[in-house]
C-alpha cells in the first residue's frame, strides 16, 4: 500500500508481510459489522480492500494534524531540533498509525516513519514526508496495547484509520471544536443584529447539522476518504484538494491572530496602566500584552510533541461552560441586573451579526476526522446533533444573557463588560486569558506542518529541526503583526465568520456532496444543497463587505 495514508504510519519489511498484510485485507473485508451498520457495510468492505488514493497531494500532513488538534492524546513534553528527532501523535491516532496485524506479526513491521537518505535512495518512487520530520512516534509502552485495538476494531475508511472514538469522546470532541472564542462575541451580535438576528443563529446552526451530514455521505461514497481536503480531491480534483486545503489553513491562521488580539483585549482590561518604553518605542497595554502573550506561546509552538497541549486544551469545553457560568452568576447572583429591553431589528449591524453567528459553527474541517476515529460510525448523526444542540442553546443563552445586562454598551468579548471586582468576573477573565496559551500551539502546528511538505527533502533531511523552529517562529509573530494591524476582535471574528465559515460550513459541503454523488442524489437533495449554498454566499457576500468596511473605516479613524 505505496503512496496512501498508510505510508504516514509504518511500513513492511518483506515480501511476505504484504502477502500477510493482502491476505488479512481479504479476510478483513468479510467481516460483519459489529455496530449495525446496514447501509454502510458494503462501503465499508471496500475501504478495506482498496489503497488511498486521496492522500499523496498536498497537504499529506492534515489528517495526523488536524486530529492532534481536535483530540485528547497523552501529554509527552520534548522540544523541537533534540538529538532524537521524533513526530506528532494523538490520541485516536495512537492506534491508527499502524496496521491492523495479529500480535504476533507487530514486532517485525516497524520501521520509522521518515526513511533515512539510504531507504530514500531505495526507494526514490515513494512520495515525500519532508512534513512528517517532525512528528513523534507511539511511545513502546503504549503501541503494543493501541495495535492489539486496533486489530480488534472494525475499520470502514482506510486500513490505518483505527476506530476507537466512543461516543462520548466524540461528543467532547466535537463541542471542544465548536465552543471556541466565538461563544464570547454572541452578545456582541445580539447587540448588532437585534432579537430577531438571533433566528440567524438558530437557522446557521440547523443547515450547518445538515452540511455536516453531507460530509459523512461523501466521506462513504469512496474508499480512502477520510479528510475534508480528501473531499475536496473526490469532487473536484487537485485543484479542489488544494483550495479546501488553503481555505482551511487560512481559517486556523485566522483563529491564532483572533487568539493575540483576545490576549492584548482582556490582559490590557486588567492592567490598563501597563506600558513599556524601550529604545524610543512606546508600547502601551494593548500592544505590550501582545507581544508578551506572543513571546509566551512562542515556546509551545517549539513544541515537537504537542500531546501535552493537546491534553491541557481538551479542558476547552470546561473553560467554555465555567466562562458561561460566571457570566449567569454576575447577572444573576451579584445583582448585576439586567437593564435593557434590546433592539428588535437592527438591519444596519445585522450583516456583522451573520459573520458572528457564522464563525460560531466553524467545526467542519474536523467533522471527518471526527467521523472516521469513530469505534461506532453510525452515532455520528447523535453525536453531530447533540454538540449542536448543547452548543447552540449555549450560545443563545449566551447572547440573550450579555445583551439585557450590558445593553448597546455591550463589548465584543463579554469579558470586557463585566464587573472587575467581582470574583466571577476574574475567573471568567482569567479563564479566557489562560486558555488560548493551550490552544495556540495546536491552531498553528497545521499550518507549519503544511508549509514544511513544501521544503525540498535534501534540506529537511540535513536540518529539519531548523526549519521547522522558523517556519513556526514567522507564522508566529506573523500573528502579532496582523493582530497589531487590525486589532479589532468583533470585526475581525466576523470577517473570518462571513469569507472563510460560510465557504467551509455552507457552500463547499454542499458542493462537493452534488458532485460526488451526483448519480444518486434526488430532487429535494439537490434542490436543499442549492437552497443552502445560496444562503451560504449571500451570506458570505453581505458579511464580508460589511466586515471589510468597518474596518477600513476604522483602520482611518
Known amino acids: 500500500m505505496k503512496n496512501s495514508a498508510s505510508d504516514h504510519s509504518l511500513y513492511i519489511e518483506s515480501e511476505e508481510e504484504e502477502d500477510e498484510e493482502k491476505v488479512f485485507g481479504r479476510n478483513g473485508g468479510e467481516e460483519e459489522d459489529d455496530n449495525g451498520n446496514d447501509s454502510d457495510s458494503s462501503a465499508e468492505i471496500q475501504q478495506q480492500n482498496q489503497p488511498g488514493s486521496y492522500n499523496t497531494s498536498w497537504p499529506q500532513s492534515y489528517r495526523q494534524s488536524i486530529d492532534l488538534y481536535s483530540s485528547v492524546p497523552s501529554p509527552s513534553l520534548t522540544f523541537l531540533g533534540t538529538p532524537t528527532l521524533q513526530r506528532l501523535s494523538s490520541s485516536f491516532l495512537s492506534s491508527s498509525l499502524t496496521r491492523r496485524h495479529t500480535p504476533e506479526s507487530l514486532s517485525s513491521v516497524t520501521k520509522p516513519l521518515l526513511q533515512t537518505d539510504q531507504a530514500d535512495e531505495k526507494q526514490p518512487h515513494q512520495q515525500r514526508r519532508s512534513s512528517y520530520a517532525l512528528l513523534p512516534p507511539i511511545p513502546p509502552s503504549r503501541r503494543s496495547s493501541s495495535l492489539i485495538k486496533a486489530s480488534k476494531s472494525h475499520v470502514s475508511h482506510e486500513l490505518p484509520t483505527s476506530r476507537n472514538s466512543s461516543f462520548t469522546q466524540a461528543v467532547l470532541n466535537g463541542m471542544n471544536v465548536l465552543c471556541g472564542v466565538g461563544i464570547l462575541s454572541t452578545p456582541y451580535a445580539a447587540k448588532e443584529g437585534g432579537w430577531l438576528g438571533l433566528s440567524i443563529l438558530i437557522i446557521f446552526g440547523v443547515l450547518s447539522f445538515y452540511t455536516g451530514l453531507l460530509l459523512r455521505r461523501c466521506l462513504d461514497s469512496e474508499p480512502g476518504l477520510q479528510t475534508y481536503p480528501d473531499i475536496g480531491q473526490a469532487a473536484f480534483g487537485t485543484a479542489g484538494r488544494l483550495v479546501i486545503s488553503i481555505i482551511l489553513y487560512v481559517e486556523l491562521y485566522a483563529s491564532c491572530v483572533e487568539y493575540i488580539i483576545l490576549e492584548g483585549d482582556n490582559l490590557s482590561s486588567l492592567f490598563p496602566n501597563a506600558h513599556l518604553s524601550f529604545c524610543g518605542f512606546n508600547l502601551n497595554s494593548h500592544h505590550l500584552f501582545a507581544l508578551m502573550t506572543t513571546l509566551a506561546v512562542l515556546p509551545t509552538v517549539w513544541l515537537r510533541d504537542l500531546r501535552v497541549l493537546s491534553y491541557i486544551s481538551a479542558g476547552g469545553v470546561i473553560a467554555s461552560v465555567l466562562v458561561v457560568l460566571c457570566l449567569f452568576w454576575v447577572g444573576l447572583i451579584d445583582q448585576v441586573g439586567f437593564h435593557t429591553k434590546g433592539t428588535t431589528l437592527n438591519l444596519t449591524g445585522l450583516p456583522v451579526a451573520i459573520g458572528l453567528y457564522g464563525f460560531c459553527y466553524s467545526g467542519h474541517a474536523v467533522f471527518p476526522n471526527i467521523y472516521t476515529s469513530m469505534e461506532k460510525p453510525n452515532q455520528f448523526p447523535k453525536v453531530l446533533l447533540t454538540c449542536f444542540l448543547i452548543c447552540t442553546s449555549m450560545y443563545a443563552g449566551v447572547a440573550v ?33 489562560v486558555n488560548p496559551f493551550t490552544k495556540y500551539a495546536l491552531t498553528i502546528s497545521p499550518v507549519a506542518l503544511s508549509l514544511e511538505e513544501l521544503i525540498p527533502s535534501k534540506h529537511l533531511r540535513s536540518h529539519p529541526h531548523i526549519y521547522a523552529i522558523c517556519i513556526r517562529t514567522v507564522l508566529t509573530f506573523s500573528t502579532l503583526f496582523v493582530g497589531l494591524a487590525i486589532p479589532f476582535f468583533g470585526l475581525v471574528l466576523s470577517l473570518i465568520g462571513s469569507l472563510l465559515t460560510m465557504l467551509v460550513t455552507l457552500i463547499l459541503p454542499c458542493a462537493c456532496f452534488l458532485s460526488i454523488l451526483r448519480a444518486k442524489v434526488t430532487w429535494y437533495q439537490v434542490v436543499l444543497c442549492i437552497f443552502i449554498a445560496v444562503v451560504g454566499i449571500i451570506s458570505s457576500a453581505i458579511g464580508t463587505y460589511s466586515a471589510l468596511f468597518q474596518i477600513i473605516e476604522k483602520l482611518r479613524s
Request: charged share 5%; aromatic share 12%; glycine share 10%.
Open 401 to 433: 444573557m450579555g445583551y439585557t445586562m450590558f445593553g448597546e454598551s455591550t463589548s465584543s468579548q463579554f469579558t470586557l463588560n463585566m464587573p472587575q471586582g467581582l470574583v466571577a468576573s476574574k475567573i471568567a477573565v482569567w479563564t479566557t486569558v
